[in-house]
């Protein structure tokens, strides 16, 4: 018995060489494939499409947001949402058979809320704005159709808020850069 399992080992071996170069091939992207595109960082989450317009280059659709709620006798509740959409263009090179790093440029649109009540006190601000963002990403690709990695981005956003309160109303405008946004990501592709 023995001898016949290791007489079939080196056979094994040269089935599976031609099965894993197939594997490299057919993990290229190719112009209308569509993908979904998922991230997790630091209490958000995401999600957004992937449209490839050639093998290397695909228009990239986000929706991320975050919703928190916290009520506290002493404190009183607070609630936030925070919503962005965002739009851009993502090239793609493979730095080996099964990984490729991209690049993202693009327009985000922001919608902020919170509301916060303490006693018979009572705030809320509501924002909404839009800015700039890029990113920079690798995909180790486990099959062609599943791949994980992670992104750096920067961003540079705009936001207008309106605030009210028991004590009155009024407004402000915000500039914000972020460095340092690290995220973890999924795709799966079709």
């Not at 995909?139 to 207008?160: D, I, S």
């Amino acid at each position: 018995m023995r001898l016949r399992l290791a007489s079939l080992s080196p056979l094994a071996c040269l089935l599976a060489f031609p099965l894993t170069s197939q594997v490299a091939d057919t993990a290229r992207f190719h112009r209308g494939q569509w993908g979904v595109d998922f991230q997790i960082w630091g209490g958000f989450a995401g999600a957004g499409a992937i449209h490839f317009t050639s093998p290397t280059r695909a228009v990239v659709f986000d929706l991320t947001g975050q919703y928190s709620h916290a009520s506290a006798a002493m404190f009183g509740q607070y609630n936030t949402v925070n919503t962005t959409l965002s739009l851009g263009t993502r090239a793609y090179r493979y730095v080996e058979a099964h990984v490729a790093r991209w690049t993202t440029f693009g327009l985000s649109l922001l919608y902020g809320y919170q509301h916060s009540t303490q006693g018979t006190s009572s705030e809320a601000s509501e924002g909404v704005g839009g800015g700039l963002f890029a990113n920079l990403g690798a995909t180790w690709l486990v099959t062609p159709h599943l791949g994980l990695g992670a992104q750096w981005q920067v961003n540079v956003t705009y936001m207008h808020n309106s605030d009210s309160s028991s004590l009155g109303s009024g407004s402000s405008d915000m500039v914000t850069v972020a460095l340092a946004r690290v995220a973890l990501t999924g795709q799966l592709y079709f």
